[in-house]
């Protein structure tokens, strides 16, 4: 069997700031990723029967208890032909309050009703001391090779994956709720990706986890390329697929922020091959951990730590890079699978793209020249730029007034 290894192994250029530690959602402190993975059967579709390729992907932002220890929350949709059941809410109140979910189009319902079934257990007073909740549950079509007619995903299934939400590394690839998923004509699924700031940009971790299902071969960057050796495949032709990604962060942003950086993982989604296609629902969902809003208080208000709008270009970058590299990942972790109707997709040929993008780099070396000119004479420095400014050096939008910021204890005048 070929083994299959992430994309940072393919030697691509991936950005500039470095991973985190598993390179994944769950780098965030506090955020657990689980699945369920249903597949069973093969041949003709019996609707009903099979065959199935599918199943539950759950991220739990704050551990097991985001019901009664809220977290700020935002999202953009960048292309509507798709669902987030629970997103209106979230939206409106900027506030997530249940478990993530991630599943087939045709599943959503049984995922909604399992999620409540396990938050009541969970915490009894759920419509009645308590107000009731819609949970999250995003979709994608996988139709092409799951008998999705079949709602196939049980509630069994959303409690393994619940269950089994874990820190550390993330599965990926065909896996969860993206079992049945396939992106630019190739078998995908279910990635991740992570990015760690530097000190001077506060530390700060963002993650991202995708599922991915969207585009034609043509999309991908070294689509071109691949695609004379797979010209005479049978490829999905109706259906454009979608993706659903999952920001987190431990950056204290509000949830009118978390909406700004969700669009920057939409620029992200466009950076891997995404045109966001008539039929595709690209949506974004994102927190941050920063800042627990407990459900019950009598205080009058609570207080939040909120990061300055100024500092928030390198948040921008970073989710970017981990978004493009996070649907580079579930192509690269998935393997070929056939499914109804012998319907087949392809894995990604890894050792073919790891030449392209080595005969690239190659190419885009510099030749040796003649001796560069006499530097000019020295211009008197300029004030950085926000995206570089050390903290002490932050400067509002426009570049045009300094933030002072406190100093820190022993620093001296």
């Known amino acids: 069997m070929e ?29 657990l990723v689980g699945h369920s993975t249903i597949i069973r059967g093969a041949g003709p579709l019996r609707r009903g029967r099979g065959p199935v390729r599918t199943g539950v992907t759950a991220i739990l932002p704050n551990q097991k208890n985001i019901f009664e220890q809220r977290v700020t929350g935002g999202g953009f949709v960048l292309n509507g032909a798709g669902e987030v059941s629970g997103l209106t809410q979230l939206m409106e109140w900027g506030i997530v309050e249940t478990p993530i979910f991630l599943t087939n189009t045709l599943s959503v319902g049984a995922v909604s009703d399992a999620a409540v079934q396990w938050m009541v257990e969970q915490f009894p007073g759920i419509g009645d001391e308590h107000d009731v909740l819609i949970p999250l549950v995003g979709e994608c079509d996988d139709s092409w090779l799951n008998d999705v007619a079949g709602r196939h995903v049980k509630a069994e299934n959303v409690r393994e994956a619940l269950e089994t939400a874990t820190s550390g590394p993330v599965a990926e690839g065909s896996v969860g709720g993206g079992t049945g998923m396939i992106s630019c004509d190739f078998k995908a699924g279910i990635g991740t990706s992570s990015r760690k700031l530097p000190p001077a940009f506060g530390s700060y971790t963002f993650g991202v986890l995708v599922m991915n299902n969207f585009g034609h071969m043509q999309d991908l960057p070294v689509g071109p390329l691949l695609e004379p050796k797979y010209r005479h495949f049978h490829k999905r032709a109706i259906s454009y697929g979608s993706i659903i990604a999952v920001a987190a962060t431990d950056a204290p942003l509000s949830s009118h922020q978390l909406g700004r950086v969700s669009k920057h993982v939409a620029l992200g989604i466009g950076r891997a091959g995404s045109i966001a296609a008539h039929g595709s629902g690209e949506i974004i969902l994102a927190f941050s951990t920063a800042n627990k809003i407990p459900r019950t208080t009598q205080k009058m208000i609570y207080h939040m730590k909120i990061l300055l709008d100024q500092r928030l270009n390198p948040l921008y970058e970073a989710a970017i890079e981990a978004t493009e590299e996070a649907i580079l990942n579930s192509l690269c972790m998935a393997r070929e699978m056939e499914g109804v109707n012998g319907n087949f997709a392809p894995a990604l040929p890894l050792d073919e793209v790891k030449e392209i993008v080595q005969r690239s780099a190659l190419r885009a070396r510099p030749r040796p020249s003649s001796p560069p000119p006499a530097k000019p004479p020295a211009l008197p420095p300029e004030a950085p730029r926000v995206s570089e400014a050390p903290p002490s050096a932050a400067r509002g939008a426009e570049g045009m007034m300094t933030v002072p910021l406190p100093k820190e204890p022993g620093t001296g005048s």
């Open 3 to 31: 083994p299959r290894y992430r994309a940072r192994d393919l030697g691509i250029p991936l950005g500039r700031f470095r991973p985190g530690k598993w390179n994944a959602i769950t780098d965030v402190e506090g955020v």
